[in-house]
């Protein structure tokens, strides 16, 4: 039911909106007097659509930040991702040597049914030859409407000619589960990078490989997650939280209160469980994680929060655009706001997470200050948890910035880090397969060669990227990491990226030490407390 009021609110009530709502005689005479004389008298020819949107995005700039006019192109693109597909050949790709690289076909899609493998080269879609094409155009050549068909050329490692494959497109899954796996004896572990509409699927797989392992403890990552479906929030808050609890309400001048509260029975209702955040974490994964902090359910790890707590509605234009309105804020069970100030303006708003840096914050949790008026109390212990921009977690765990520098940023940011990699595992995937049959032998025994660091270097000398020795020494051990990490995902799973990275992860390596009961000084119903 709760969900048919939804569709209701986000659908039908917007329609009726726009139906109703006039501007004065006065009001509608000024704009059209700008409209006309813009049209009609400005110095150079005026595309009107365009000053029509810019007028659309003009009056919004001075709402909320996160009140947004989206064209047509874009509403549809971003329903893609909430809504969890999209139509198209289902490859994953990167661009290597301006040439399209499949670096994954995801399973049971058209590619994969066809014969398309990882590593092939992509050089040609229907007639279109793409090599050294911008990766928008080439989206846009290989997605299309389901059941459609695309030709495709292919270069592939050991055959002398290309290789012609016709491809049926067919809807595209996104999943939002990165992956999920037994990280320690006994401890579960599943990593959302976003709230989609199969989010709550995809955990209800992933729980189940992970019960029938036994587990005992579980760890919830939403690091990074900028969140998504208000719904899909809800409904994994729901697997944790017993019937009839709060999970979070929204109110607006214009909107009543309105509360989700968990509505089954869920299949962690009682098992241990930690939730880790960070900066990046927002909107739906603050609902998460703040539902399970006020309720004293989880032991929330990390940073604090983004602070995303308002509410936007869709509101669908004639001609396919999307007016994404600021409707109300989420509050938490307990009353907390979550969202962060924004009256300086949305420069000063975007910036936010630097001020946080150059603060030191997310170094030093003695650098977040809060009034009293922000403080609040969980609804069955009675600690204290803050609101009024972000979820505080109730173990810090700062960031560690000693390994990153301008070298690693610059390598990282224009692709030569990735090139690298790729052109060292050109001719050497079989080998090292051959050598470690499965992913554990491969994060056991397999260390990384020293030809990759030269070729690093060299690189970057082409790429015109200062090398500072001290700079390279003092990022060579997040750089060797990361290169086990993308080897290993292109050799095996995509997940097992994050099983090489979680073993260095501060924070992760935390929230187990903290399911171990390793840290005598925080339990799992402690306030808030730094752990270093």
């Known amino acids: 039911m709760k969900k048919l009021v939804l569709f209701l609110i986000f ?31 400005y110095v150079d020819t005026i595309n009107e659509a365009q000053v029509v949107d810019n007028a659309i995005v003009g009056m919004l700039e001075k709402l909320d930040p996160h009140s947004v006019y989206i064209t047509a192109k874009e509403a549809k693109q971003a329903n893609e991702q909430i809504q969890g ?20 076909t995801i399973s ?19 007639t279109v030859n793409i090599v050294k094409t911008e990766t928008s155009k080439i989206m846009k050549l290989l997605r299309g409407p389901r059941g459609t068909k695309v030709s495709v050329k292919v270069v592939r490692n050991g055959v002398k000619e290309p290789i012609d494959f016709i491809i049926t497109r067919d809807k ?10 037994e990280i320690a004896d006994g401890v579960g572990y599943i990593k959302l990078n976003s709230f989609s509409a199969t989010t709550l699927n995809e955990f209800h797989k992933a729980f189940a490989e992970l019960k029938a392992k036994k587990i005992k403890q579980l760890i919830l990552d939403l690091q990074s997650n900028g969140g998504g479906l208000l719904n899909a929030a809800t409904e994994l ?33 009682k098992g241990d469980l930690v939730v880790l955040v960070d900066e990046y974490s927002a909107s739906a994964s603050e609902i998460v994680s703040g539902a ?6 989880a032991v929330i790890v990390g940073r604090r929060t983004f602070g995303k707590g ?14 994404r309105l600021t409707v109300a804020r989420y509050y938490t069970p307990s009353g907390r706001n979550i969202q962060k100030t924004y009256g300086d303006g949305k420069d000063k708003y975007q910036k936010e997470l630097l001020k946080r840096m150059w603060s030191g914050e997310l170094q030093n949790s003695d650098s977040i200050s809060f009034s009293d008026s922000l403080k609040y109390k969980t609804l069955t212990q009675g600690r204290t948890v803050y609101g009024g921009g972000g979820i505080m977690p109730d173990v810090f765990v700062p960031l560690d910035t000693t390994k990153f520098t301008n070298f690693h940023r610059n390598v990282v940011a224009k692709g030569v880090f990735n090139q690298t990699i790729m052109e060292f595992l050109e001719n050497r995937k079989d080998s090292i397969k051959n050598k470690y049959a499965d992913f554990e032998a491969f994060n056991k025994n397999y260390s990384i060669p020293e030809i990759i660091f030269e070729k690093l270097k060299i690189n970057a000398e082409n790429a015109k990227i200062e090398i500072k020795p001290e700079q390279y020494k003092k990022s060579l051990p997040l750089i060797t990491l990361q290169t086990k990490a993308l080897i290993a995902r292109n050799l095996y799973e995509s997940g097992d990226y994050y099983k090489v990275m979680n073993e260095q992860d501060a924070t992760v390596q935390k929230g187990l030490e903290i399911l171990k009961g390793k ?14």
């Not at 039908?12 to 049209?39: C, D, M, R, W």
């Not at 840290?519 to 270093?532: F, G, L």
């Open 11 to 41: 659908c039908i009530i917007p329609q009726f909106f726009f139906a109703q709502l006039t501007l004065s005689p006065e009001q509608l005479k000024k704009l059209n007097q700008v409209l006309y004389s813009i049209k009609n008298l």
């Open 85 to 104: 597909s999209f139509e198209g050949v289902g490859i994953q790709f990167q661009m290597f040597r301006d040439t399209l690289l499949v670096m994954q």
């Open 108 to 126: 049971g899609c058209p590619s994969e049914k066809v014969g398309i493998v990882m590593g092939d080269k992509i050089i040609q879609v229907d």
């Open 172 to 181: 595209i899954p996104i999943y939002s589960l990165e992956t999920a796996y």
């Open 237 to 269: 808050a729901d697997e944790f939280l017993p019937d009839k609890k709060l999970i979070v309400y929204t109110q607006g001048e214009h909107q009543r209160r309105m509360e989700f509260d968990c509505e089954k029975k869920g299949v962690w209702e």
């Open 292 to 297: 399970l902090q006020d309720w004293d359910r």
């Open 310 to 323: 308002l509410v936007q509605r869709g509101l669908n234009l004639e001609d396919g655009s999307l007016l």
């Open 519 to 532: 840290n005598s000084t925080v339990s799992k119903n402690s306030p808030a407390t730094e752990a270093r």
